[in-house]
């Protein structure tokens, strides 16, 4: 399956909206974080930035595997 370059649909292509805020648990401050996909409009939230980071990079694994099973980027 061939992509188009700039494309959604591209599999090197990802888009989200990043929120951040702070919020504190017991006197110790946390960040929060959710993303919002630009494509599907699905949210995901995310209790702590390790969660928030984990998520893109097994994001990232998804789509180097899948451009190691063949599908183009041009």
Not at 51 to 60: D, K, M, R, S, W
Request: glycine share 10%; with cysteine; proline share 3%.
């Amino acid at each position: 399956m061939r992509f188009r370059q700039g494309s959604r649909e591209q599999p090197g292509y990802q888009s989200y909206l990043l929120r951040l805020w702070r919020t504190g648990e017991a006197g110790k401050p946390v960040w929060r974080a959710s993303l919002k996909s630009t494509h599907t409009g699905k949210k995901i939230g995310f209790a702590c930035l390790d969660g928030l980071f984990a998520f893109l990079e097994e994001q990232i694994a998804i789509v180097e595997q899948r451009i190691a099973d063949g599908e183009s980027t041009e």
